[in-house]
């Protein structure tokens, strides 16, 4: 998530050189520049918000809370140990792209998992796309392979920074979870969008632990393959809404849903 090239694997590393490297990695992260130092304190507010959802929110508060802070975490654990990461996928015989989608897919089934685990800690329904995990992946999983495919595409095509692909992360499951999902909920209005645009860094730490670890373990293979292309002309930050694509059945169903 947070902001260096990816080191080769070295072998083992003492646990608190690890963490340290990752500190000074989210601290770059937040505070690197000044936009950082904002999208650090907009992120801070929902924290904060979740951490008292902890210890004073319903069911559903914790549930939400607990997962959010679970994703996240587990985005730094992998940020932390992603040069051996690195190391073991090379070893693994299959193309890069490849790669690259089992790891985007499975933080995906990780989150999805996650959300589905903790409601059924509280007993509770309504977080998680389905109550039965089989369906909650039936349905969810197919947009998540089309998004991280298509956000192979984005980043072999232009280079973008880890602080910008977490902020991705955030725009691509308010599409997701929030235009589509308020659509098929009955909920979209005209402040929906609005409403949604304030909840990106929410988004963004959960989203995080399926755009960042297949970003930061495949680097060195993006850049690769990346810079042995032409250079190329246009909008980078509209073709980074290329993952959005993915969307388009879901908004077809989300549609139809809300005419039926």
């Not at 691509?172 to 909840?199: H, N, Q, R, W």
Request: charged share 15%.
């Amino acid at each position: 998530m947070l902001g260096n090239a990816i080191r080769r694997s070295q072998g083992w590393a003492p646990p608190d050189g690890r963490l340290w490297s990752a500190v000074s990695d989210l601290r770059r992260f937040l505070f690197g520049n000044r936009a950082r130092k904002v999208l650090a304190v907009w992120m801070s507010i929902w924290i904060f918000l979740e951490i008292v959802n902890l210890v004073r929110g319903n069911a559903h508060d914790k549930v939400v809370a607990y997962s959010l802070f679970i994703c996240a975490g587990s985005t730094v654990a992998v940020w932390t140990y992603r040069d051996v990461l690195a190391g073991w996928f090379r070893k693994w015989g299959a193309s890069s792209r490849t790669k690259f989608i089992v790891i985007g897919s499975l933080g995906a089934a990780f989150a999805e998992y996650v959300f589905w685990q903790m409601e059924n800690l509280y007993g509770i329904t309504g977080v998680a796309a389905n109550p039965n995990l089989a369906i909650d992946l039936l349905v969810t999983m197919p947009w998540y392979i089309m998004m991280t495919a298509l956000l192979w595409k984005v980043q072999t095509r232009y280079k973008y920074g880890f602080t910008e692909l977490f902020v991705l992360g955030g725009i691509y499951e308010l599409g997701a979870d929030g235009i589509v999902g308020s659509i098929m909920g009955g909920t979209f209005s005209a402040i929906t969008i609005p409403s949604l645009v304030a909840l990106i860094p929410f988004f963004a730490l959960v989203y995080s632990v399926m755009v960042i670890p297949c970003s930061a373990i495949m680097k060195d293979e993006i850049d690769a393959i990346r810079n042995t292309r032409p250079a190329v002309k246009g909008n980078r930050h509209l073709f980074a809404m290329l993952p959005w694509l993915g969307l388009i059945p879901y908004f077809i169903v989300a549609f139809l849903m809300s005419m039926a």
